[in-house]
């Protein structure tokens, strides 16, 4: 079973830039999707954005398009997820994801491997 090992996060005012990583060790990502979902208090879990690894094309829900990145390395078997022009409101833990169903981009239960989750929080 594949670990996924999260970094960045953390506190910025609107406006403001984050990154986060997520490295899925060394075993082989050949036809998987990798991305993020998050979850605001008290909120369901929300697709943020995903990239199929083979082909390196992305899907971003509808709240974040225009505004955030995802790219991947693929000799550091990582993805990235840069988030721009953040609001108050994309405030919430954020859950790097890996899948290997072939539905596209997928919801929930399509990811069978889940990050442990980091905090962004954005003030006003």
């Known amino acids: 079973q594949v670990q996924l090992v999260e970094s960045g996060g953390g506190l910025t005012q609107a406006g403001g830039s984050l990154r986060l990583s997520c490295a899925a060790g060394t075993r082989s990502l050949h036809g998987t999707k990798m991305g993020w979902f998050r979850q605001a208090r008290q909120n369901a879990r929300e697709i943020v954005g995903v990239?199929?690894?083979?082909?390196?094309?992305?899907y971003f829900g509808d709240s974040v398009k225009g505004r955030f990145v995802i790219s991947r390395d693929r000799a550091k078997n990582t993805v990235y997820l840069q988030m721009n022009s953040l609001k108050p409101e994309d405030t919430a833990v954020y859950y790097c994801?890996?899948?290997?169903?072939?539905?596209?981009?997928?919801?929930?239960?399509?990811?069978?491997?889940w990050g442990q989750g980091t905090q962004v929080t954005v003030s006003s």
């Open positions: 990239l199929s690894w083979n082909y390196g094309n992305t």
């Open positions: 994801v890996l899948g290997n169903s072939s539905r596209w981009p997928g919801d929930v239960g399509d990811y069978n491997t």
